[in-house]
């Protein structure tokens, strides 16, 4: 049972560059979330999807874009990546509204921005 | 200010050791409060899940909520070595916002 899975693992880009981070859940849930986590941050939303063919901003939504391509899968793409984006992103999912049920996450992808 | 805070530790106890855990935070809409343990190198995972105010215990976990204070504990007894991660708080209003806890990182040692 895979749960939640996202690709790379890892990745370095110098800064300007462009990189999609693949996440696919096999839980059949509905609502799909990518996360940054930072030290002395906590886990900030970048952008969400509540159901297929839809996506919101959440806390942090500036140089990312995301697509749901379906129930299964939620991608985060940087367009032009800066240092500041260095960070852990963690995709997760839920059956429910994340607020009222549980958030199952991937094992994270850690990018490095030079 | 943030609108959550938890003390990022870390925090070292020995075995067997009785586990005190908080967070504060400042928005008094906050309902649903989680607790979620993070190993390294992983992702987080749910532990405990609370609804509004009082106590919730699942075998050595027990989630404490105390909303006049707006003050949230976790309280892990007998710890092992196998509880050593960050812990992070969450919580949340049910309006579609949830906010996370900057994590508090416990190593119990044998």
């Known amino acids: 049972n895979a749960g939640v899975t996202q690709t790379p693992k890892f990745q370095v880009l110098k800064t300007g560059q462009s990189m999609t981070l693949q996440c696919a859940q096999d839980?059949?849930?509905?609502?799909m979330y990518w996360y940054r986590q930072d030290p002395g941050m906590g886990l900030r939303l970048i952008y969400y999807?509540?159901?297929?063919?839809?996506?919101d901003k959440g806390e942090v939504p500036n140089g990312y874009n995301v697509s749901r391509l379906n129930k299964r899968e939620f991608s985060l793409r940087l367009e032009s990546a800066a240092p500041s984006q260095t960070s852990v992103y963690f995709c997760?999912?839920?059956?429910?509204?994340?607020?009222?049920?549980?958030?199952?996450f991937g094992e994270g992808s850690r990018l490095t921005v030079l | 200010q943030k609108e959550v805070e938890q003390d990022p530790g870390p925090l070292s106890v020995p075995e067997g050791a009785i586990v005190s855990l908080n967070c504060t935070y400042s928005?008094?809409?906050?309902?649903?409060f989680m607790w979620y343990r993070q190993y390294s190198r992983k992702g987080p995972e749910l532990l405990m899940y609370t609804y509004s105010s009082g106590n919730k215990e699942d075998g050595r976990f027990t989630a404490q909520v105390d909303k006049s204070s707006k003050y949230i504990s976790l309280f892990i007894r007998d710890s092992q070595p196998s509880d050593s991660a960050t812990y992070l708080c969450a919580m949340s209003a049910g309006n579609n916002d949830m906010r996370f806890g900057a994590g508090t990182r416990l190593t119990v040692k044998p």
């Open positions: 839980m059949n849930h509905n609502s």
């Open positions: 999807s509540a159901s297929e063919g839809t996506t």
């Open positions: 928005n008094s809409a906050f309902q649903y």
């Open positions: 997760a999912s839920s059956f429910r509204r994340r607020e009222t049920g549980e958030l199952f």
